[in-house]
């Protein structure tokens, strides 16, 4: 062989083994990329497990706390409830203590007052009830400091004044305001 063509068979087997350790060289690297490919993928799925991890305990405390926060209202109404109760029964009791201080008279204007009659007017009828109550007859009008009644007439007492009615007919004719 002569020395030009085997250098020319020289160059292309370096020209092959410089491509073919490229080619090695590729394939190391590119086993290198997969393997940081994949360390990748492992740190992401690992990273989402830990997340969802964290979710799950997130919800657990949520709801642990929405749960301690329903028993605190619960056991408020509760205590408010019966702080109401004791308000209400106190209230009686001083209540009742008030009208013991007061003495028959008041319990009896208390009792009258709460007992709201019928609105009453001149030239009304007076209700039978009352008209026939001969409890609340005036018999004594000057103790009273009331006006003599006319012929037929009578003075009648109620809780807010007086009221002069006709005997026979029980039309109002005059109203006094007071005790």
């Known amino acids: 062989m002569n020395k030009g063509a085997l250098r020319g068979l020289t160059l292309a087997l370096a020209?092959?083994?410089a491509s073919g350790g490229q080619a090695a060289e590729d394939g190391k690297d590119s086993d290198d990329h997969?393997?940081?490919?994949?360390?990748?993928?492992?740190?992401?799925?690992?990273?989402?497990?830990?997340q969802a991890e964290q979710m799950r305990d997130l919800k657990k405390i949520q709801k642990?706390?929405?749960?301690?926060?329903a028993q605190e209202q619960q056991?408020?109404?509760?205590?408010?409830?019966?702080?109401?109760?004791?308000?209400?029964l106190e209230s009686e009791k001083q209540q009742g203590a008030q009208e013991k201080h007061k003495g028959p008279q008041a319990e009896r204007s208390a009792a009258s007052s709460a007992e709201r009659g019928p609105l009453l007017?001149?030239?009304?009828?007076?209700?039978?009830?009352?008209?026939?109550?001969?409890?609340?007859?005036?018999?004594?009008?000057?103790?009273s400091r009331l006006p003599e009644p006319g012929e037929g007439q009578r003075w009648i007492q109620l809780k807010s004044g007086y009221?002069?009615?006709?005997?026979q007919s029980g039309v109002i004719e005059e109203i006094l305001l007071g005790p």
């Open 121 to 143: 007017r001149r030239g009304d009828q007076l209700p039978d009830a009352l008209a026939s109550d001969e409890s609340l007859r005036v018999k004594d009008w000057q103790q």
């Open 15 to 17: 020209e092959l083994g």
């Open 34 to 50: 997969l393997k940081k490919k994949h360390e990748a993928l492992e740190g992401q799925a690992k990273a989402q497990r830990v």
């Open 163 to 167: 009221v002069l009615t006709d005997i």
């Open 75 to 88: 056991e408020a109404k509760e205590k408010n409830q019966q702080q109401g109760g004791q308000e209400a």
């Open 64 to 69: 642990q706390q929405q749960a301690q926060e």
